[in-house]
């Protein structure tokens, strides 16, 4: 057991051990031996010259051999190999910083740069950044935190929809990301996107959109000509159909105005298609169909006469027929026909005054001349001074014009035989042909009477006295033909006003 003065001893002259762990520099080991010497002088025996080859020694071992915080690491500074070779001494591994720099600040001086309590504050270069810009030496003997200066890298960019991008370094800082979208779409918002140093990228991901319309081509529709007597031509074509640039998804395709296939009339006839895409976006093209009429020179009634006309009166195809009022003949062709090449067939028509033929020998024979023609008004009297008579032919004179309009020829028969007379106009009937009319038609000879007849020589109506010229035109106009002679006559603008 140690005496108790020896540990009285010990206790003022710590081991050699415990005196070293206090120092960690070559200054710490040389005042170290200058107190070691200092401490013993009294008690031991001064230092001969034989035994300072033995103390330069040793101090040359000292100084070529790693020690704790001596800053020599014969082994290099992977902290696990600190771990083992200082074992139960906090000392962190050295820091070595890729990329950037470290400076550090210890409590112990600048030769315990990695001692427990050191802390080291890490500067990453640009592009680069670290978990943790100070680090401290712990117990542990590793540092607080991952000090590595690490490339910044920003999150990879969502792709966009109908679009894609083309990066110069990929997701790493000063990376120049490009967008663009597919055929079809526009690019909304930024162009190009940077990755900063606060990793995030300068412009957010932009959006395709379709602003394109679609394109639809009308087709091509040349002139039509209307088919033989009609106004109109069947017109065919073929739907259309539209083209997108994006994504190919369309409506249907809408037509404004008359389908393929039908009865365009005559005239120019705009056209138009319609289509979407599913962005609402409109396409549409316009075309026009025109159809044409052959139409010959167009034809007018003649005078005295009518025109009536099929179709459209002078298109391909279309027909004329002729008639003159009564008191006139037809010359000519009574029906014309508009040719292909817009001339009309036949000739000329022409309405001539009637030809009466009083030299016939039988009233039949003179009848059959007005058959269809014209109506009779035979007026008899038994002497040219009969009252009626007179009074009767001074109110029709005025009414000539009415009588032509409604085809009636007035006949006169007045004495009686053989001195009668009778008279169409200025055309003076013989005694005998005027005497078979009284005959045929049973009229008195010896008073006065008025006979009317219609075209087909029908006995209409009988006046055994004068009458006034609106009641005898009341009577004709309710004959039926005269009807449809009205008709013609209102459309051909005859009429007696003036």
């Given at each position: 057991m140690p005496h108790a003065g020896d540990r009285a001893g010990a206790a003022e002259n710590p081991p050699f051990w415990s005196e070293r762990r206090a120092f960690g520099s070559r200054n710490a080991l040389e005042g170290f031996l200058q107190?070691?010497?200092?401490?013993?002088?009294?008690?031991?025996?001064?230092?001969?010259?034989?035994?300072?080859?033995?103390?330069?020694?040793?101090?040359?071992?000292c100084l070529?051999?790693?020690?704790?915080?001596?800053?020599?690491?014969?082994?290099?500074?992977?902290?696990?190999?600190?771990?083992?070779?200082?074992?139960?001494?906090?000392?962190?591994?050295?820091?070595?910083?890729k990329h950037g720099d470290v400076s550090c600040r210890t409590p112990r001086g600048e030769h315990y740069r990695n001692?427990?309590?050191?802390?080291?504050?890490?500067?990453?270069?640009?592009?680069?950044?670290?978990?943790?810009?100070?680090?401290?030496?712990?117990?542990?003997?590793?540092?607080?935190?991952?000090?590595?200066?690490?490339?910044?890298?920003?999150?990879?960019?969502?792709?966009?929809?109908?679009?894609?991008?083309?990066?110069?370094?990929?997701?790493y800082f000063s990376s120049r990301c490009e967008f663009f979208c597919s055929p079809?779409?526009?690019?909304?918002?930024?162009?190009t996107a940077t990755c900063q140093h606060t990793s995030t990228w300068s412009a957010a991901v932009p959006?395709?959109?379709?602003?394109?319309?679609?394109?639809?081509?009308?087709?091509?529709?040349?002139?039509k000509w209307a088919e033989p007597g009609k106004l109109t031509a069947k017109v065919t074509w073929d739907t259309p159909e539209g083209d997108d640039t994006a994504d190919g998804i369309l409506t249907d395709v809408t037509l404004k105005g008359r389908p393929?296939?039908?009865?365009?009339?005559?005239?120019?006839?705009?056209?138009?298609?319609t289509v979407f895409d599913r962005a609402g976006n409109k396409g549409a093209c316009r075309f026009t169909v025109r159809v044409r009429v052959r139409r010959c020179s167009p034809l007018v009634a003649p005078d005295n006469g009518y025109m009536k006309c099929d179709s459209d009166?002078?298109?391909?195809?279309?027909?004329?027929?002729?008639?003159?009022?009564?008191?006139?003949?037809?010359?000519?062709?009574?029906?014309?026909?508009?040719?292909?090449?817009?001339?009309?067939?036949?000739?000329?028509?022409v309405c001539a005054p009637m030809s009466i033929n009083v030299g016939v020998r039988t009233?039949?024979?003179?009848?059959?001349?007005f058959y269809e023609k014209r109506r009779l008004l035979i007026i008899s009297a038994p002497t040219a001074a009969n009252h009626n008579y007179r009074f009767q032919m001074t109110n029709l004179q005025p009414a000539q014009c009415g009588l032509d309009l409604r085809h009636v020829t007035v006949i006169e028969l007045v004495g009686t035989y053989p001195a009668q007379i009778g008279r169409i106009g200025h055309r003076l009937l013989p005694p005998g042909l005027a005497l078979q009319l009284r005959l045929l038609l049973r009229i008195p000879q010896r008073s006065f009477q008025m006979l009317l007849l219609d075209k087909q020589g029908i006995d209409k109506q009988r006046y055994p006295f004068p009458v006034t010229a609106a009641e005898l035109f009341t009577t004709v106009d309710t004959f039926p033909l005269r009807r449809d002679e009205m008709a013609l006559q209102q459309e051909a603008g005859q009429s007696c006003q003036s």
């Open positions: 107190l070691r010497f200092t401490r013993r002088r009294a008690s031991a025996p001064r230092l001969t010259m034989d035994m300072w080859p033995l103390v330069l020694l040793l101090v040359q071992l070529c051999s790693g020690y704790e915080g001596s800053g020599h690491y014969t082994h290099g500074d992977d902290e696990d190999w600190y771990s083992r070779r200082y074992k139960g001494t906090p000392w962190c591994a050295p820091i070595k910083v001692v427990m309590g050191t802390r080291c504050k890490i500067r990453c270069k640009q592009g680069y950044e670290t978990q943790s810009t100070e680090v401290v030496c712990m117990a542990s003997k590793h540092w607080s935190s991952n000090y590595a200066c690490r490339q910044i890298r920003c999150p990879k960019p969502n792709m966009p929809v109908n679009g894609g991008y083309k990066c110069s370094d990929g997701s079809g779409f526009s690019l909304k918002g930024q162009k959006t395709c959109v379709d602003v394109d319309p679609p394109k639809i081509k009308c087709p091509n529709v040349k002139d393929p296939k039908s009865d365009f009339p005559e005239g120019l006839h705009k056209m138009s298609y009166r002078d298109n391909y195809g279309a027909t004329c027929s002729f008639t003159c009022t009564g008191g006139f003949e037809l010359q000519g062709s009574a029906a014309r026909v508009c040719q292909h090449g817009l001339t009309w067939s036949g000739t000329d028509t009233a039949d024979a003179l009848l059959d001349q």
